[in-house]
């Protein structure tokens, strides 16, 4: 008898964890990525009222910026976006984008990534001008190689600046 007296406490402490790690998995504040460190290629389109604008760079990514939040990569896009809702996804994350800064507004997004390539998705709305307006973003990197000694050099500076 002793043994099922035991058992059960156990057993609802199990259900319990069981339930917290079910309600923590259904949303997140934030969430972050593990990239191989080395030189990565961007290419993102934006188009806002249908208009596109178009980035494309290379970035030097040292291995202390090899994982990266959401909240960051928003920040990234504009100083006034941040993360809510945050759920995993098949290869990533699914998110609502909202942004208070230039261009006001809110998207669902998604994240898929390995650590060699990241794709990020977002459509909803946003106000251009004080006028609602379609959005739609997105951002597509692949790991392109090595750094080289001088661009890791630059990179590891910049990080010590910002930690100043």
Request: aromatic share 6%; hydrophobic share 45%.
């Amino acid at each position: 008898m002793k043994p099922v007296l035991f058992a059960a406490p156990v057993l609802f402490a199990a259900m319990a964890a069981m339930v917290m790690s079910a309600a923590y998995a259904d949303t997140m504040k934030d969430a972050s990525v593990s990239v191989k460190p080395g030189k990565w290629s961007w290419k993102q389109e934006t188009r806002v009222i249908g208009l596109p604008i178009n980035e494309n760079n290379l970035e030097c990514l040292i291995p202390e910026k090899a994982q990266i939040t959401l909240s960051k990569l928003a920040r990234d896009l504009d100083e006034g976006c941040t993360v809510e809702g945050v759920t995993p996804a098949a290869g990533g994350y699914d998110f609502l984008l909202v942004c208070e800064g230039k261009y006001p507004g809110k998207a669902k997004a998604s994240l898929t990534h390995t650590d060699t390539s990241m794709a990020i998705r977002a459509k909803g709305s946003a106000k251009v001008m004080g006028i609602p307006a379609g959005f739609s973003m997105q951002a597509d990197a692949a790991y392109v190689g090595e750094c080289s000694a001088a661009e890791i050099a630059e990179e590891t500076a910049k990080l010590a600046a910002e930690t100043r």
